[in-house]
């Protein structure tokens, strides 16, 4: 396979009408997804759209995948919060730039991974350890952004203490945002039931899209995302030290062993159902090089789905 886009080796034109379709309504929906996973990082939304640039970019360039999306996730950025938040709070450096350089690390790591062919590593992780563990990500996201779904204010503390907060505050329930929110999920699991073909995430976004505009629900206290600053960010490499990097190790191991596993799980199954042959090591540089080009422009570390 050739060094750069290995994944159009043996391509067809006649996927092209299908494939720009397929591009358009992924950027559609990994657009809002993007900025959704940024507040799941605990960083400014523009910062997903870095992340998810950067993805495209690294699978374009590395993947041997056809069908790999590589960008923001949402199992990785809570984990990433969490793990960046403990360091600060224990040693009190600023939060954005400990995970821009967690982002650096974990390109690095991940890359290193491909070039040594560790894809076996993925192998290592059983079934009902990352189903439990994704489980409890899962938990984990939904209890953290209960108090967004109803309009209420920002909680903090452990997952237990986050849901008594919210208990304790459903009074104040904006009812315009849980309407949303609401519809919002309707819609998806909804199209989910319709088949594959309904574009479920496609029709939910751009109907709160519509749904804003036509009944003023910034007016009704509904929070919106805001302007975002325009072109392309500065790429500017982030300060590194030793000590800095030896406080993230304890948030590296774990991401990393989740990006190998998902990345190698999604990549194969895909290569089986579209009965062609993938190379898992070179899928890792494609997600190593992303994270590694998401943190010089202020983004933050990608995983493949």
């Known amino acids: 396979m050739s060094l750069l886009l290995p994944s159009l080796r043996g391509y067809s034109r006649a996927w092209l009408g299908a494939d720009l379709l397929a591009g358009l309504a992924l950027a559609a929906v990994c657009v809002p997804e993007s900025m959704a996973d940024a ?58 730039s400990r995970i821009v350089l967690l982002s650096l690390v974990l390109g690095v790591v991940v890359l290193a991974a491909g070039v040594a062919r560790l894809g076996f590593l993925a192998d290592l992780l059983s079934r009902p350890v990352m189903s439990g563990f994704l489980s ?3 938990i984990t996201v939904v209890v953290g952004q209960l108090h967004v779904l109803l309009g209420l204010p920002g909680t903090s503390g452990a997952t237990l203490e ?18 949303v929110g609401v519809a919002v999920l309707l819609i998806l699991v909804g ?22 505009a036509a009944f003023d629900l910034a007016g009704r206290g509904v929070t919106l995302v805001g302007s975002l600053p325009p072109g392309l960010p500065a790429l500017v490499l982030p300060s590194v030290t030793l000590a800095d990097v030896t406080a993230l190790v304890p948030v590296v191991i774990p991401v990393f062993f989740v990006i190998l596993a998902q990345t190698a ?3 194969r199954s895909f290569a089986v159902a579209g009965g062609y042959e993938v190379r898992v090591d070179r899928d890792f540089l494609a997600v190593g090089a992303a994270s590694m080009l998401a943190s010089v422009t202020g983004g933050f570390a990608v995983n493949a789905s």
């Not at 690294?58 to 990433?80: E, N």
Request: charge should be neutral.
């Open 39 to 96: 507040k799941l990082a605990a960083m400014p939304p523009v910062t997903g759209l870095y992340a998810f640039l950067a993805g495209a970019l690294g699978a374009a360039l590395f993947s041997t995948s056809r069908q790999l999306s590589v960008g923001p996730d949402s199992t990785i950025a809570p984990m990433m919060a969490v793990g960046v938040g403990a360091v600060v709070a224990a040693s009190g450096p600023d939060y954005a």
């Open 136 to 138: 409890g990500v899962g």
């Open 162 to 179: 986050k849901l008594a907060d919210v208990v304790g505050h459903l009074g104040e329930t904006n009812v315009a945002t849980l309407a």
């Open 191 to 212: 199209g989910e039931r319709l088949g594959p073909r309904f574009p479920g995430a496609l029709v939910a976004v751009a109907g709160s899209l519509a749904a804003v």
């Open 265 to 267: 799980a999604t990549s």
